[in-house]
């Protein structure tokens, strides 16, 4: 077992559950399993219409929600006011004429860390190496979600899922209550968690990449446990000394 460590944040981000335009651009509340694979294909220069996302399919996602962060509608117009020629372009190579209205929906100020299990050491490298040097700019869920900097936490983690327990900053916006030595933190699994006594919530989500193709998109269908876990209170820290501590993490590896 190997994988990478992901941190994704920033001020916005946008995990679109719909595969075709529509005029209201949804998110859902996590880093979708599509979004998360097409940050890695652009990293590795694999463009929308090239397929071959089955080298992919050995890859598992598993997320630590540190904050959800805040749902925003942005009411957004395209074009408008002016002759069609210099309105917005329709797919078919003509002009749409009226304005373009869409709403487009963010989690802002949302926290993720995502462990991604590779099936093996080569796998890791060659992801670690995209990220390092990508093709096309990481982004979360939309171009205009610009992630904030550290991306890549781990590169060569043996057990990333265990790092999410133990190791990685968890960043927090409330304190926690007088006496409390841990803190519970919500994980979502791509496979039901081992131990029996621990409950979780299942999830049907349309977010497995078949294709990118911008005229033949297609998904389909997972089953996403959802799971309460109480992380060690000393993963946490003062907001202002959070930077400091995530890079340090990150260092860990590079000194090792």
Known sequence: ????????????????????????????????????????????????????????DGLRFTIRTDRPGHR??????????????????????????AAVITRRHYLSDAVFVVAVTTPDEKTATRLAEALD??????YLGRRSCVPDEPLVLRCHAPDPEEELLTRVP?????????????????????????????????IDVTD????????????????????????PLGLTGPKSELQDRLIEYARTEESA
């Open 72 to 97: 925003l509608v942005d009411f957004h117009t395209v074009g408008g006011g002016q002759p069609k020629a210099r309105t917005a372009a329709t797919s078919g190579g003509s002009n749409k004429g």
């Open 208 to 231: 497995i990449p078949l294709s990118f193709a911008q005229h033949a998109r297609a998904h389909g269908v997972r089953r996403l446990h959802r799971v309460t876990r109480q992380l």
């Open 1 to 56: 077992m190997s994988g990478l460590l992901l941190r994704l944040a920033g001020p916005l981000q946008s995990w679109g559950e719909r595969s075709a335009f529509t005029t209201i651009r949804d998110t859902a509340s996590f880093p979708t399993r599509s979004g998360l694979i097409g940050m890695l294909a652009a990293a590795e220069g694999i463009s929308r219409n090239q397929g071959g996302l089955e080298r992919y």
């Open 170 to 202: 968890l960043a927090r916006t409330t304190p926690p209550h007088h006496g409390e030595d841990t803190v519970g933190v919500e994980f979502l699994y791509e496979s039901a968690p081992e131990d029996p006594a621990q409950a979780a919530d299942t």
């Open 133 to 138: 040097r990508p093709h096309w700019a990481p």
